[in-house]
Protein backbone atom coordinates (compact mmCIF):
# COMPACT_ATOMS: atom_id res chain seq x y z
CA UNK A 1 0.00 0.00 0.00
CA UNK A 2 2.97 2.34 0.84
CA UNK A 3 4.28 2.10 -2.35
CA UNK A 4 1.56 2.94 -4.34
CA UNK A 5 1.43 6.98 -4.21
CA UNK A 6 4.86 6.62 -5.81
CA UNK A 7 4.59 4.87 -8.53
CA UNK A 8 2.26 7.62 -11.05
CA UNK A 9 5.09 9.94 -10.37
CA UNK A 10 7.66 7.32 -11.17
CA UNK A 11 5.76 6.77 -14.10
CA UNK A 12 5.62 10.15 -15.54
CA UNK A 13 9.09 10.55 -15.03
CA UNK A 14 9.77 7.42 -16.85
CA UNK A 15 7.62 8.68 -19.60
CA UNK A 16 9.27 12.25 -19.84
CA UNK A 17 12.57 10.78 -19.95
CA UNK A 18 11.18 8.24 -22.87
CA UNK A 19 9.87 11.39 -24.37
CA UNK A 20 12.99 13.79 -23.90
CA UNK A 21 14.89 10.44 -25.44
CA UNK A 22 12.83 10.15 -28.54
CA UNK A 23 13.01 13.99 -29.64
CA UNK A 24 17.05 13.67 -28.97
CA UNK A 25 17.05 10.38 -31.17
CA UNK A 26 14.78 13.02 -33.82
CA UNK A 27 17.54 15.76 -33.81
CA UNK A 28 20.74 13.38 -34.20
CA UNK A 29 18.97 11.79 -37.01
CA UNK A 30 18.38 15.25 -38.52
CA UNK A 31 21.82 16.86 -37.69
CA UNK A 32 23.62 13.69 -39.00
CA UNK A 33 21.98 13.56 -42.48
CA UNK A 34 21.60 17.19 -43.10
CA UNK A 35 25.58 17.45 -42.96
CA UNK A 36 26.38 14.64 -45.34
CA UNK A 37 23.24 13.87 -47.56
CA UNK A 38 22.25 15.82 -50.69
CA UNK A 39 19.05 18.26 -49.72
CA UNK A 40 16.21 16.21 -51.67
CA UNK A 41 17.24 12.82 -49.76
CA UNK A 42 17.02 14.72 -46.69
CA UNK A 43 13.57 16.22 -47.50
CA UNK A 44 12.48 12.94 -48.42
CA UNK A 45 13.42 11.63 -45.13
CA UNK A 46 11.80 14.30 -43.04
CA UNK A 47 8.52 13.47 -45.28
CA UNK A 48 8.63 10.17 -44.30
CA UNK A 49 9.23 10.60 -40.81
CA UNK A 50 6.73 13.14 -40.22
CA UNK A 51 4.08 13.20 -43.25
CA UNK A 52 3.97 9.75 -44.56
CA UNK A 53 5.46 8.05 -41.00
CA UNK A 54 6.71 5.17 -43.00
CA UNK A 55 10.35 2.97 -42.73
CA UNK A 56 13.05 5.16 -43.25
CA UNK A 57 16.81 4.54 -42.97
CA UNK A 58 17.05 5.19 -39.73
CA UNK A 59 14.62 2.64 -37.58
CA UNK A 60 15.13 4.57 -34.41
CA UNK A 61 14.08 7.75 -35.52
CA UNK A 62 10.57 6.32 -36.75
CA UNK A 63 10.56 4.97 -33.62
CA UNK A 64 11.05 7.98 -31.94
CA UNK A 65 8.71 9.80 -33.64
CA UNK A 66 6.04 7.04 -32.70
CA UNK A 67 6.79 7.33 -29.05
CA UNK A 68 6.11 10.86 -29.87
CA UNK A 69 2.74 10.57 -31.45
CA UNK A 70 1.87 8.01 -29.04
CA UNK A 71 2.58 9.84 -25.99
CA UNK A 72 -0.52 12.11 -26.75
CA UNK A 73 1.35 15.28 -26.20
CA UNK A 74 0.31 17.61 -29.18
CA UNK A 75 2.81 20.79 -27.50
CA UNK A 76 5.99 18.14 -27.71
CA UNK A 77 5.06 16.69 -30.75
CA UNK A 78 4.55 20.42 -32.29
CA UNK A 79 8.36 21.20 -30.66
CA UNK A 80 9.74 18.20 -32.21
CA UNK A 81 8.44 19.40 -35.12
CA UNK A 82 9.76 23.22 -35.24
CA UNK A 83 13.13 22.15 -33.69
CA UNK A 84 13.51 19.76 -36.48
CA UNK A 85 12.73 22.61 -39.57
CA UNK A 86 14.91 24.72 -38.05
CA UNK A 87 17.90 22.03 -37.73
CA UNK A 88 17.73 21.60 -41.65
CA UNK A 89 17.31 25.65 -42.38
CA UNK A 90 19.86 26.68 -39.70
CA UNK A 91 22.30 24.60 -41.94
CA UNK A 92 21.29 24.78 -45.17
CA UNK A 93 21.38 28.30 -44.44
CA UNK A 94 25.12 28.35 -43.11
CA UNK A 95 25.78 26.15 -46.42
CA UNK A 96 24.38 28.90 -48.79
CA UNK A 97 21.98 26.73 -50.06
CA UNK A 98 18.82 28.24 -50.08
CA UNK A 99 16.79 26.42 -52.42
CA UNK A 100 15.77 23.21 -50.00
CA UNK A 101 14.62 26.01 -47.59
CA UNK A 102 11.88 26.85 -49.48
CA UNK A 103 11.39 23.18 -50.41
CA UNK A 104 10.73 22.30 -46.79
CA UNK A 105 8.31 24.95 -46.34
CA UNK A 106 6.27 23.74 -49.64
CA UNK A 107 6.08 20.37 -47.77
CA UNK A 108 3.28 21.23 -45.64
CA UNK A 109 1.37 21.78 -48.65
CA UNK A 110 1.70 18.00 -49.82
CA UNK A 111 -1.96 17.16 -50.66
CA UNK A 112 -1.20 13.94 -49.20
CA UNK A 113 -2.04 15.69 -45.37
CA UNK A 114 -5.42 15.83 -46.67
CA UNK A 115 -6.17 12.33 -47.26
CA UNK A 116 -8.17 9.94 -45.36
CA UNK A 117 -6.86 7.07 -43.30
CA UNK A 118 -8.09 4.57 -40.93
CA UNK A 119 -4.30 4.78 -38.95
CA UNK A 120 -5.09 5.70 -35.55
CA UNK A 121 -1.36 7.16 -35.59
CA UNK A 122 -1.92 8.53 -39.06
CA UNK A 123 -4.56 9.80 -38.35
CA UNK A 124 -3.51 11.92 -35.43
CA UNK A 125 -0.27 12.93 -37.08
CA UNK A 126 -2.04 14.46 -39.84
CA UNK A 127 -4.39 16.20 -37.13
CA UNK A 128 -1.55 18.23 -35.98
CA UNK A 129 0.60 19.08 -38.87
CA UNK A 130 -2.64 20.08 -40.25
CA UNK A 131 -2.70 22.03 -36.70
CA UNK A 132 0.89 23.17 -37.11
CA UNK A 133 0.64 24.67 -40.25
CA UNK A 134 -2.52 26.76 -39.52
CA UNK A 135 -0.95 28.20 -36.66
CA UNK A 136 1.41 30.91 -35.84
CA UNK A 137 5.03 28.63 -36.07
CA UNK A 138 4.25 27.90 -39.76
CA UNK A 139 3.44 31.62 -40.53
CA UNK A 140 6.99 32.10 -38.94
CA UNK A 141 8.78 29.29 -40.77
CA UNK A 142 7.36 31.13 -43.66
CA UNK A 143 9.15 33.77 -43.08
CA UNK A 144 12.71 31.75 -44.35
CA UNK A 145 11.28 31.39 -47.74
CA UNK A 146 9.79 35.42 -47.89
CA UNK A 147 13.58 36.80 -48.89
CA UNK A 148 12.88 35.23 -52.02
CA UNK A 149 9.87 36.44 -53.12
CA UNK A 150 10.18 39.88 -54.73
CA UNK A 151 7.35 39.90 -57.15
CA UNK A 152 5.03 42.33 -57.52
CA UNK A 153 2.17 39.90 -56.26
CA UNK A 154 4.76 39.51 -53.06
CA UNK A 155 2.57 40.67 -49.81
CA UNK A 156 3.72 44.12 -49.24
CA UNK A 157 5.34 43.24 -45.66
CA UNK A 158 7.98 41.03 -47.15
CA UNK A 159 10.05 44.23 -47.69
CA UNK A 160 10.46 44.01 -43.84
CA UNK A 161 11.39 40.73 -42.97
CA UNK A 162 14.41 41.90 -41.18
CA UNK A 163 11.90 43.05 -38.51
CA UNK A 164 9.60 40.46 -38.58
CA UNK A 165 12.04 38.20 -37.65
CA UNK A 166 13.42 39.81 -34.63
CA UNK A 167 10.38 38.20 -32.54
CA UNK A 168 11.58 34.82 -33.30
CA UNK A 169 15.35 35.45 -32.20
CA UNK A 170 14.82 37.21 -29.17
CA UNK A 171 11.90 34.56 -27.44
CA UNK A 172 14.34 32.56 -25.18
CA UNK A 173 11.48 29.52 -25.66
CA UNK A 174 12.31 29.36 -28.71
CA UNK A 175 14.92 26.50 -29.71
CA UNK A 176 18.21 27.90 -30.51
CA UNK A 177 17.91 26.53 -34.05
CA UNK A 178 15.28 28.95 -34.40
CA UNK A 179 17.05 31.99 -32.63
CA UNK A 180 20.09 31.47 -34.63
CA UNK A 181 18.12 30.63 -38.30
CA UNK A 182 16.37 34.41 -37.59
CA UNK A 183 18.78 36.42 -36.21
CA UNK A 184 20.98 35.06 -39.31
CA UNK A 185 18.74 35.70 -41.71
CA UNK A 186 18.13 38.91 -40.19
CA UNK A 187 21.33 40.54 -40.39
CA UNK A 188 21.79 38.79 -43.75
CA UNK A 189 18.61 41.26 -45.03
CA UNK A 190 19.66 44.21 -43.61
CA UNK A 191 23.03 43.97 -45.27
CA UNK A 192 21.37 43.23 -48.34
CA UNK A 193 19.29 46.63 -48.07
CA UNK A 194 22.36 48.46 -46.96
CA UNK A 195 24.75 47.59 -49.75
CA UNK A 196 22.38 47.72 -52.34
CA UNK A 197 20.91 51.82 -50.87
CA UNK A 198 24.27 52.40 -51.44
CA UNK A 199 25.15 50.93 -54.68
CA UNK A 200 21.74 53.12 -55.84
CA UNK A 201 22.76 56.27 -54.37
CA UNK A 202 26.27 55.82 -55.55
CA UNK A 203 24.95 55.08 -59.22
CA UNK A 204 22.03 57.71 -59.25
CA UNK A 205 24.36 60.90 -59.00
CA UNK A 206 26.26 59.65 -61.84
CA UNK A 207 24.40 57.37 -64.22
CA UNK A 208 24.22 58.65 -67.76
CA UNK A 209 20.71 56.94 -68.39
CA UNK A 210 18.30 55.03 -66.51
CA UNK A 211 18.79 51.89 -68.07
CA UNK A 212 22.32 51.80 -65.97
CA UNK A 213 20.76 52.88 -62.91
CA UNK A 214 20.40 49.56 -60.39
CA UNK A 215 16.98 49.29 -58.62
CA UNK A 216 16.05 51.69 -56.20
CA UNK A 217 15.97 49.33 -52.76
CA UNK A 218 13.10 51.45 -51.32
CA UNK A 219 9.67 52.53 -52.24
CA UNK A 220 10.50 56.26 -51.77
CA UNK A 221 10.93 56.81 -55.14
CA UNK A 222 13.59 59.81 -56.10
CA UNK A 223 12.95 61.00 -53.17
CA UNK A 224 15.17 58.56 -51.30
CA UNK A 225 18.25 60.59 -51.89
CA UNK A 226 17.17 63.95 -50.67
CA UNK A 227 15.59 62.63 -47.72
CA UNK A 228 19.56 61.32 -46.63
CA UNK A 229 20.61 64.55 -47.70
CA UNK A 230 18.45 66.16 -44.95
CA UNK A 231 19.62 63.35 -42.72
CA UNK A 232 22.81 63.39 -43.35
CA UNK A 233 23.54 67.54 -43.36
CA UNK A 234 22.35 67.24 -39.48
CA UNK A 235 27.06 67.22 -39.01
CA UNK A 236 29.06 68.82 -36.31
CA UNK A 237 27.22 70.07 -32.96
CA UNK A 238 23.83 69.74 -34.52
CA UNK A 239 24.24 65.85 -35.83
CA UNK A 240 22.23 63.40 -33.81
CA UNK A 241 25.27 61.10 -32.99
CA UNK A 242 26.91 64.79 -30.75
CA UNK A 243 23.83 65.69 -29.43
CA UNK A 244 23.48 62.11 -27.96
CA UNK A 245 26.80 62.01 -26.95
CA UNK A 246 26.49 66.01 -25.10
CA UNK A 247 23.08 63.98 -23.62
CA UNK A 248 24.70 61.39 -21.93
CA UNK A 249 27.83 63.02 -20.74
CA UNK A 250 25.56 65.65 -19.02
CA UNK A 251 23.27 63.11 -17.27
CA UNK A 252 25.02 60.36 -16.14
CA UNK A 253 25.40 61.52 -12.96
CA UNK A 254 22.00 62.70 -12.49
CA UNK A 255 19.53 61.46 -9.77
CA UNK A 256 16.61 59.59 -12.33
CA UNK A 257 13.88 62.21 -11.87
CA UNK A 258 16.29 64.77 -13.14
CA UNK A 259 17.36 62.62 -15.87
CA UNK A 260 13.51 62.13 -17.20
CA UNK A 261 13.15 66.42 -16.96
CA UNK A 262 16.48 66.31 -19.48
CA UNK A 263 15.44 63.18 -21.59
CA UNK A 264 12.32 65.41 -22.22
CA UNK A 265 14.39 68.31 -23.60
CA UNK A 266 16.57 66.04 -25.15
CA UNK A 267 14.12 64.18 -27.45
CA UNK A 268 12.02 67.47 -28.57
CA UNK A 269 15.17 69.54 -29.14
CA UNK A 270 15.64 70.79 -32.73
CA UNK A 271 12.17 69.61 -33.66
CA UNK A 272 10.35 71.37 -36.56
CA UNK A 273 6.79 73.10 -35.98
CA UNK A 274 5.83 75.14 -32.48
CA UNK A 275 2.73 72.76 -32.61
CA UNK A 276 4.29 69.34 -32.84
CA UNK A 277 6.72 70.16 -30.09
CA UNK A 278 4.11 71.03 -27.85
CA UNK A 279 2.12 68.13 -28.59
CA UNK A 280 5.49 65.70 -27.96
CA UNK A 281 6.04 67.87 -25.44
CA UNK A 282 2.73 67.12 -23.66
CA UNK A 283 2.75 63.43 -24.65
CA UNK A 284 6.41 62.76 -23.16
CA UNK A 285 5.32 64.90 -19.93
CA UNK A 286 2.29 62.40 -19.36
CA UNK A 287 4.11 59.35 -19.79
CA UNK A 288 7.74 59.84 -18.00
CA UNK A 289 6.59 62.14 -14.73
CA UNK A 290 4.78 59.41 -13.01
CA UNK A 291 7.70 56.39 -14.47
CA UNK A 292 9.12 54.23 -11.98
CA UNK A 293 8.51 57.17 -8.99
CA UNK A 294 10.17 54.61 -6.14
CA UNK A 295 13.35 55.27 -8.24
CA UNK A 296 13.08 59.36 -8.59
CA UNK A 297 15.73 59.90 -6.04
CA UNK A 298 18.51 57.60 -6.87
CA UNK A 299 21.30 58.26 -8.99
CA UNK A 300 20.88 57.30 -12.98
CA UNK A 301 22.07 53.55 -14.31
CA UNK A 302 21.93 51.33 -17.29
CA UNK A 303 18.94 49.45 -16.01
CA UNK A 304 17.02 52.72 -15.52
CA UNK A 305 18.10 53.80 -18.86
CA UNK A 306 17.19 51.02 -20.65
CA UNK A 307 13.70 50.61 -19.32
CA UNK A 308 12.56 54.45 -19.60
CA UNK A 309 13.81 54.08 -23.34
CA UNK A 310 11.86 51.32 -23.94
CA UNK A 311 8.88 52.60 -21.90
CA UNK A 312 8.82 55.61 -24.56
CA UNK A 313 9.57 53.51 -27.67
CA UNK A 314 6.45 51.78 -26.79
CA UNK A 315 4.60 55.25 -26.14
CA UNK A 316 5.72 56.10 -30.06
CA UNK A 317 4.73 52.52 -31.37
CA UNK A 318 2.00 49.87 -29.77
CA UNK A 319 1.87 49.43 -25.94
CA UNK A 320 -0.21 46.48 -26.00
CA UNK A 321 1.91 44.77 -28.41
CA UNK A 322 -0.75 44.25 -31.15
CA UNK A 323 -2.63 47.95 -31.67
CA UNK A 324 -0.54 50.89 -32.85
CA UNK A 325 -0.42 53.66 -30.48
CA UNK A 326 -2.06 56.81 -30.62
CA UNK A 327 0.82 58.76 -30.64
CA UNK A 328 1.89 56.71 -33.12
CA UNK A 329 -0.82 57.22 -35.46
CA UNK A 330 -1.11 60.97 -35.13
CA UNK A 331 2.15 61.42 -36.03
CA UNK A 332 2.40 58.91 -39.30
CA UNK A 333 -1.04 59.70 -40.40
CA UNK A 334 -0.60 63.49 -40.10
CA UNK A 335 2.65 63.54 -42.14
CA UNK A 336 5.03 63.56 -39.46
CA UNK A 337 7.05 60.10 -39.98
CA UNK A 338 10.37 61.68 -39.90
CA UNK A 339 10.20 62.98 -36.77
CA UNK A 340 9.02 60.22 -35.55
CA UNK A 341 11.91 57.99 -37.01
CA UNK A 342 14.22 60.74 -35.44
CA UNK A 343 13.11 60.78 -31.71
CA UNK A 344 13.09 56.76 -32.03
CA UNK A 345 17.03 57.09 -33.83
CA UNK A 346 17.63 59.68 -30.59
CA UNK A 347 16.22 56.90 -27.71
CA UNK A 348 18.66 54.18 -29.76
CA UNK A 349 21.25 56.48 -29.94
CA UNK A 350 21.69 56.99 -26.31
CA UNK A 351 21.01 53.20 -25.22
CA UNK A 352 22.02 51.18 -28.11
CA UNK A 353 20.51 47.79 -26.11
CA UNK A 354 17.40 48.71 -26.58
CA UNK A 355 17.39 48.77 -30.25
CA UNK A 356 16.77 44.92 -30.34
CA UNK A 357 13.00 46.04 -28.26
CA UNK A 358 12.37 48.56 -30.87
CA UNK A 359 12.77 46.36 -33.49
CA UNK A 360 10.67 43.98 -31.68
CA UNK A 361 8.01 46.56 -31.77
CA UNK A 362 8.46 47.73 -35.30
CA UNK A 363 7.40 43.84 -36.36
CA UNK A 364 4.06 44.22 -34.06
CA UNK A 365 3.20 47.10 -36.27
CA UNK A 366 3.96 45.23 -39.75
CA UNK A 367 1.99 42.41 -38.53
CA UNK A 368 -0.89 44.73 -37.28
CA UNK A 369 -1.10 46.45 -40.57
CA UNK A 370 0.12 43.55 -42.79
CA UNK A 371 -3.30 42.64 -43.89
CA UNK A 372 -4.45 45.68 -45.28
CA UNK A 373 -3.67 46.68 -48.90
CA UNK A 374 -0.44 48.86 -49.54
CA UNK A 375 -2.87 51.40 -50.78
CA UNK A 376 -4.48 51.70 -47.46
CA UNK A 377 -1.82 52.04 -45.25
CA UNK A 378 0.42 54.17 -47.66
CA UNK A 379 1.31 56.21 -44.68
CA UNK A 380 2.79 53.58 -42.26
CA UNK A 381 4.89 52.20 -45.22
CA UNK A 382 6.29 55.28 -45.80
CA UNK A 383 6.98 55.74 -42.41
CA UNK A 384 8.81 52.12 -42.13
CA UNK A 385 10.82 53.10 -45.35
CA UNK A 386 12.35 55.96 -43.49
CA UNK A 387 12.63 53.90 -40.81
CA UNK A 388 14.93 51.76 -42.87
CA UNK A 389 17.05 54.82 -44.64
CA UNK A 390 17.71 56.23 -41.28
CA UNK A 391 18.45 53.78 -39.18
CA UNK A 392 20.64 52.43 -42.54
CA UNK A 393 22.55 55.63 -42.38
CA UNK A 394 22.98 56.47 -38.57
CA UNK A 395 23.12 53.09 -36.50
CA UNK A 396 24.62 50.74 -39.21
CA UNK A 397 28.05 49.86 -40.26
CA UNK A 398 28.03 52.27 -43.36
CA UNK A 399 29.18 55.76 -43.01
CA UNK A 400 27.03 58.51 -45.24
CA UNK A 401 28.69 61.94 -46.24
CA UNK A 402 27.96 64.87 -48.15
CA UNK A 403 30.32 66.35 -50.24
CA UNK A 404 30.35 69.42 -52.04
CA UNK A 405 30.79 69.64 -55.35
CA UNK A 406 29.77 73.29 -56.27
CA UNK A 407 33.00 75.28 -54.90
CA UNK A 408 31.46 78.34 -55.57
CA UNK A 409 28.92 77.89 -52.94
CA UNK A 410 28.75 78.40 -49.35
CA UNK A 411 30.39 76.30 -46.54
CA UNK A 412 27.63 73.55 -45.74
CA UNK A 413 25.95 74.72 -42.12
CA UNK A 414 22.84 74.13 -40.38
CA UNK A 415 19.61 74.47 -41.09
CA UNK A 416 20.06 76.82 -44.15
CA UNK A 417 21.89 74.33 -45.81
CA UNK A 418 19.19 72.02 -46.33
CA UNK A 419 17.54 74.83 -48.24
CA UNK A 420 20.20 73.78 -51.08
CA UNK A 421 20.94 70.46 -50.97
CA UNK A 422 21.35 70.01 -54.31
CA UNK A 423 24.72 71.08 -54.17
CA UNK A 424 26.11 68.34 -52.95
CA UNK A 425 26.50 65.00 -53.38
CA UNK A 426 26.07 61.69 -51.07
CA UNK A 427 29.01 59.63 -50.55
CA UNK A 428 29.03 55.58 -48.45
CA UNK A 429 31.81 53.72 -46.61
CA UNK A 430 31.40 50.79 -45.72
CA UNK A 431 32.74 49.98 -41.75
CA UNK A 432 34.36 46.92 -40.72
CA UNK A 433 32.10 45.67 -37.90
CA UNK A 434 32.73 42.57 -35.85
CA UNK A 435 28.85 41.02 -36.13
CA UNK A 436 28.08 40.23 -31.84
CA UNK A 437 26.95 37.21 -30.48
CA UNK A 438 23.07 35.65 -30.21
CA UNK A 439 24.08 36.06 -26.87
CA UNK A 440 25.42 40.11 -26.58
CA UNK A 441 22.45 41.05 -28.49
CA UNK A 442 19.02 39.63 -27.11
CA UNK A 443 19.82 38.56 -23.72
CA UNK A 444 19.14 41.64 -22.60
CA UNK A 445 17.03 42.01 -19.61
CA UNK A 446 15.19 45.03 -17.77
CA UNK A 447 16.13 43.94 -14.07
CA UNK A 448 16.88 46.66 -11.53
CA UNK A 449 19.46 45.91 -9.43
Not at 381 to 409: G, P, R, S, W
Amino acid sequence: MSGHPSEPSKQVSRSGRNLHQAQETVYRFLLDIVKTWPPEEVLLEFKHLFLYHVETTSAGAIHAVYEIVFSNNEEEFRNTLKRSCYILVNNWDASRNFKPIQELIKVFEDSSLDRQTISPTLKRLRVWIDTFRRGKDYEELKLFASRYDESPEAPWSNRYTSYLLVPQYINSANPIEQREAARALSMQLKDKFKFRLAMYIAKSQSATSPERLPENPTVLGDNVLQLIKTIVAKRGQFSYANLANIFINQTHQLSYKEFKRELKRYLIVSIDGNELTETLQARFTEKLDPLYLDYDHETLNEALILRTCNRIIEHLTTENRQDPSPLFVLLVSQGSPLTLVIVLLKLILICRNARTHLEAQIAELIRYYKNFPEDECRWVVNFLEIFNVTFAIYAENVQYNLIKMDKTQEPLHIPKALQNLDAYRVFSQLKREVMPKLSDEVELTETFE
